[in-house]
Every structure is written in structure tokens, then in C-alpha cells.
């Protein structure tokens, strides 16, 4: 029997104990994921195929975390061939050493893991992860982010009853190493897509002279009179999609982060890597079950780009009948300037709060002095040194194999070049790795001017942007007198319409290397794509170093160890273990008293 502890000793103990348990329930909480990305088998179209998944599944895992939030994930590369993932939208500050792109980190090596461990500071919204090499994600490796509130910061709508994931894309059957050998080989795309999934699945046959029997297709179950909150993510190659659902409303409340004006919409054109939510009200008499369609836009109205069509089935619990008759009608394909009157009236909501209390307005952006302006050019692919290539602003991005942030890490020469111009430059294209040279702290304006036939959708990591104008024909520095500087949506990936184009303002607050690309996987692959680099000359403490389980390539190969061991996380909570530790300590400091007592 242990000694009886006097009162003093028990009250400091308990007190100590409660101290400690709320130290650690206020701390930023951990969660910790063991992932395997490995070659499945499925049949998106109905024909059996190789695709990417994360955890066996396809699309992977929802990564559903809270603002500020600490993310540890262990990823398992059971590929044949190099791996990264990306976390779209997710500004890793002060961490771009967990960005995933091949500027930042070296590939995982097949049969390799890495751990990534980044913070999801001061942001709320939806976004997804993808694979970010070798037009991977043309064959999945994607899922969806979902970044919440804290409950002391109020969410401008009421609580769904439901809150659903909905990643579109187009799809080819081809494999993604089939693609880059037809991108490397010729000149003209990849041509129209095999179709278009919902969630990783095929067309619900809606006309048979369209849709093959034994398609799987997606069933979206709701209740009557409930509201659910969709997030919809554009996953795809290369395909800008109409997003809509028969018969009913959708109020846009929130893209890539930011809360914008609550808005009625029968559709929207999503474009390849945006991501939107929207709450939609289960409004109908349900005789029949409702169509959700992802139509393809600004593309040729040719058969084969009609069979494309994704078409997923919204359910009703008390329906009386399947989903029948034509799909409803898309936006009419000949009005150019349909979709860009809708991204204009997408904007930010400048009375709520974010992942602060403070209101998103709060931040005026609009007066704020520019000091830095690239006006960025992209033409059709070109032949390059003999190869097809895409360019921006005449060059074409080569990655080295020695990412960027290492090489400047331990000072490599050789390896880029801070000299990406800042307008197009009246010469030969030519393959090089220019980067922008950013000044920390600085506002940077940026218009993209498209020169091509399709639509490019341009995605700035680290940051979110303010797109504040866009218009068809060529920009002028007269065009600035059309910039909304007021309420222009805060995002990280905005569409630039062929034959126009997208101006965009960024705060470069955020230290590192970042990626600047077309979302668009053909183009990219191509080298439409460039880095900022954003260096603080001063020495910050708060930056993440270097990571201790950083992998080496390229002329920094020889500090490359063997991995000894795999490492495994527990999904337990953090603040059970924190509970659980603390508890542990307390009960040896009592037998510690208590033995001498």
C-alpha cells in the first residue's frame, strides 16, 4: 500500500495535471496518415485499366483537417517509377520544402516513402492533392482537402446537412506513360478525351447510342428539404467542364479558400485544377431522380467530344423513377463571353471572416503600390531544338535534377538562372530554367496573355491571388482601368481565355520557391511552367529548415542515404496521445513523491 500523500502535495499535482492537459488540448493538433500509392485496377469506362490510388482507392482519402492544423503523412511509393504529390491551394508558409513539385523536393524513388509534415496555417476551404510528375495524375493518385473552421470563427451560411467531394475530369484509357509518348512524339494534343468521371467513374447511361452498358456511375443519396454542401473539384488533363444539376439552384459560397458574395447559379465552368463549393437545396418533388452533368466547353462540337459527357445521378430518398429524358441544356458553346461575364461575378466576400476573425476585406489589396509587373505570353506548341514544346514568354521550363530549393539551399551554381523576363521576348523560344526573380514582401502583378486556342488555367503555389480583371484581345496599360480592386476573388488558380487575358495581384509574403504553371497536364508537361523565387534577406527564424529526412538527387546525390527502415504513424488522435503522456507523467511523479513520503 502506497503512502498517503498529504493534501498539499495532491492539490499541486492535480493542479500540475490540469495545466498540462489544457497546455496540450490548446497546442495546434497533429494527425498523422500512412499512405501507400500503388498501381490498382478499375474500369472508369468500363474497360478494365491500370490507375493510381491512394490507400487501395480511387480517388484517394479525403484529408479533412481543421485551420492550423499539423499534417503528417507518410507516403509509400509502390509505383514503378518516381513520385511526388502536391497539395493544390495549400500555401505550406515559410515551408516550401513540402510543396511536392520538382522544383522544391527530389522524387520518391520507387519502393521508397517519404513523410511529409506541413501546417494548414491560417486557411480554411476546399482543395485537393494530385500527383505532380510525369502526367501522373492523368491515371488518379488525387483526392480532396477540406480545411475547416475553428469554432471560434463564424462560417457566413448555416451548417449543411451534408457536406460531399465531387472530383470531374476528363479521361482517357490510354495510360499516362502512353499520353507523355504521344505529347513527346507529335504535334496536336491528345485529342478528345474517352470521357468524362465523376468521382472515378463513368457516364450513367443516359442515351444508349452514347453510353456503353456496364458502366459504374456515381449516386449522390440526399434526404428532401436538406441542404448539402458540394465541393467540386476540376481533377482533369486538360478540359475545361460545366459543372450543373437538373433543376436545381447552386449558391456558390466558397472557392479555393475564400468566402465570396453568396450567388445563385444553374451552372459553372470549372476549369482544370479550380475547385468551388456551393449549397444546394433539395428543393424538388422528386418524381424522377435528377441528372448532375460535367460537359465539356471551348471545344469542337464534333461527336466524339459529345460522347465526353460526365453524368452522375442525384437521388432522393423517396424517389418515384429513375433519371430520364436529355440532360439539361449547357451554356450555348458560340456565346464566348458566357463564361467570362461568370468568372467575373465571382466575388470575395469582403464582410466575412476566414480562418481569422478579422473580415477577408480587411486586406486592401487594391491600395496597395505594385513594384514588380511580368506580363506572361503563351502561343500554341512549337518546335523547340527539335522537339514539341510549350513556352511562356519564349521559354521553355527544363526541370534540372537538382530541384531549385536545394540547389539554393547549399548554394549549387549552375543549376537556374534568376533572369525569366518580364515581357515576351522577340526571339527564338529556347528551353532553359529561368525563374522569376521576387521581392520579398512585394506586390507583384502578373497578367497572362493567351495566345493559344484553349483555354489555360494558371496556379501560383504558396499564395492565394487577387484576379482583378479580364477581357478579350491583347493587354494595355490602359486595360488596368477595368480592374475590380475592390472584391476580386482571393484563389490560387484562375482561367485565361483563348484570345484574352487574366490579370492577377500577389502579396510575395511567403519565403521559398514556388511553382507558377498551366494546370492544363499537356501544356505543362510540355514546359509551360516557371518558379518565383521569394528569398528574405533577412535571417527568419520562423522559416522552416532544411527537413531532417530530406531525399538528395542530382549533383547533391552523394549525400543521399539508404533508407534504413520504413517509418508508420498511429491515426490515434493528438490529443488522446497528449492525454495519454501527460497521464503517464503524473502517475510517476506521484509514485516518485510517494516513495519519498
Not at 449522390?220 to 473539384?233: A, M, S
Not at 530549393?405 to 526571339?427: E, H, I, S, T, Y
Request: hydrophobic letters at 35%; charged letters at 15%.
Amino acid at each position: 500500500m502506497l503512502p498517503r500523500l498529504d493534501e498539499n502535495c495532491c492539490f499541486l499535482c492535480l493542479s500540475l495535471l490540469v495545466c498540462l492537459i489544457t497546455a496540450g488540448l490548446a497546442a495546434d493538433p497533429y494527425v498523422f496518415y500512412d499512405w501507400t500509392v500503388s498501381y490498382i485496377t478499375a474500369s472508369p469506362l468500363g474497360i478494365k485499366q491500370q490507375v493510381i490510388g491512394v490507400d487501395g482507392i480511387f480517388p484517394g482519402p479525403i484529408l479533412n483537417v481543421t485551420t492550423n492544423w499539423n499534417v503528417v503523412i507518410n507516403v509509400k511509393n509502390n509505383l514503378d517509377e518516381p513520385f511526388l504529390l502536391t497539395w493544390n491551394g495549400i500555401q505550406q508558409r515559410k515551408n516550401s520544402w513540402q510543396d511536392g513539385v520538382s522544383g522544391t523536393n527530389c522524387p520518391i524513388p520507387a519502393g521508397w516513402n517519404w513523410t511529409y509534415q506541413f501546417q494548414v496555417k491560417d486557411q480554411i476551404g476546399s482543395f485537393f492533392y494530385f500527383p505532380s510528375l510525369g502526367l501522373q495524375r492523368a491515371a488518379g493518385g488525387y483526392g480532396g482537402i477540406v480545411v475547416n473552421n475553428r469554432e471560434v470563427i463564424a462560417v457566413p451560411f448555416g451548417t449543411p446537412d451534408g457536406d460531399i467531394t465531387l472530383f470531374i475530369s476528363d479521361w482517357y484509357i490510354k495510360s499516362h506513360k502512353a499520353l507523355r509518348n504521344e505529347l513527346e512524339s507529335k504535334n496536336g494534343g491528345l485529342g478528345p478525351p474517352d470521357g468524362v468521371l465523376f468521382n472515378g467513374l463513368g457516364p450513367y447511361q443516359f442515351d444508349k447510342t452514347l453510353v456503353r452498358d456496364g458502366i459504374p456511375y456515381q449516386i449522390i443519396n440526399v434526404e428532401p428539404g436538406k441542404t448539402y454542401r458540394l465541393r467540386v473539384h476540376n481533377v482533369g488533363i486538360s478540359t475545361s467542364l460545366n459543372f450543373r444539376i437538373q433543376n436545381h439552384n447552386m449558391v456558390l459560397v466558397e472557392t479555393e479558400g475564400s468566402y465570396t458574395v453568396q450567388q445563385n447559379y444553374s451552372n459553372m465552368d470549372i476549369h482544370v485544377g479550380q475547385s468551388y463549393s456551393f449549397l444546394v437545396t433539395m428543393d424538388q418533388d422528386a418524381t424522377t431522380d435528377y441528372y448532375i452533368v460535367a460537359s465539356p466547353r471551348f471545344v469542337n462540337a464534333t461527336s466524339a467530344w459529345t460522347k465526353a459527357s460526365g453524368v452522375a445521378i442525384l437521388h432522393y430518398s423517396n424517389s418515384r423513377g429513375p433519371a430520364s429524358g436529355p440532360l439539361p441544356d449547357p451554356p450555348h458553346e458560340y456565346d464566348t463571353f458566357f463564361s467570362m461575364n461568370q468568372a467575373r461575378s465571382i466575388r470575395w466576400n469582403v464582410s466575412a471572416g476566414a480562418a481569422r476573425p478579422n473580415p477577408q476585406g480587411s486586406f486592401r489589396y487594391g491600395q496597395i503600390t505594385v513594384t514588380d509587373v511580368y506580363v506572361i505570353l503563351n502561343r500554341p506548341p512549337e518546335l523547340v531544338d527539335g522537339k514539341w514544346r510549350n513556352t511562356l514568354n519564349g521559354i521553355s521550363y527544363i526541370a534540372p535534377s537538382t530541384p531549385l530549393r536545394l540547389a539554393q539551399q547549399f548554394k549549387v551554381d549552375g543549376v537556374f538562372k534568376l533572369d525569366f523576363p518580364n515581357r515576351f521576348m522577340n526571339r527564338p523560344a529556347k528551353m532553359d530554367t529561368s525563374v522569376i526573380n521576387g521581392t520579398f514582401k512585394g506586390f507583384m502583378e502578373i497578367i497572362f496573355q493567351n495566345n493559344d486556342t484553349s483555354v489555360q488555367s494558371y496556379h501560383l503555389d504558396g499564395h492565394a491571388f487577387f484576379v482583378v480583371g479580364m477581357d478579350y484581345g491583347v493587354w494595355t496599360e490602359n486595360s488596368r482601368s477595368t480592374y475590380n480592386k475592390w472584391d476580386g476573388v482571393a484563389r490560387s488558380t484562375t482561367q485565361v481565355f483563348p484570345g484574352a487575358w487574366t490579370a492577377i495581384l500577389v502579396s510575395l509574403d511567403n519565403a521559398g520557391i514556388w511553382n507558377l504553371r498551366t494546370q492544363n497536364l499537356d501544356s505543362w508537361y510540355l514546359g509551360q511552367e516557371s518558379y518565383i523565387s521569394v528569398v528574405n534577406p533577412e535571417n527568419d527564424n520562423d522559416e522552416v529548415q532544411l527537413p531532417d529526412n530530406v531525399i538528395y538527387c542530382g549533383v547533391l546525390s552523394p549525400l543521399q542515404k539508404d533508407q534504413a527502415q520504413r517509418v508508420h504513424f498511429s491515426r490515434a488522435s493528438s490529443s488522446d496521445k497528449i492525454i495519454e503522456i501527460v497521464l503517464i507523467a503524473i502517475i510517476v511523479s506521484l509514485l516518485g513523491l510517494s516513495s519519498t513520503s
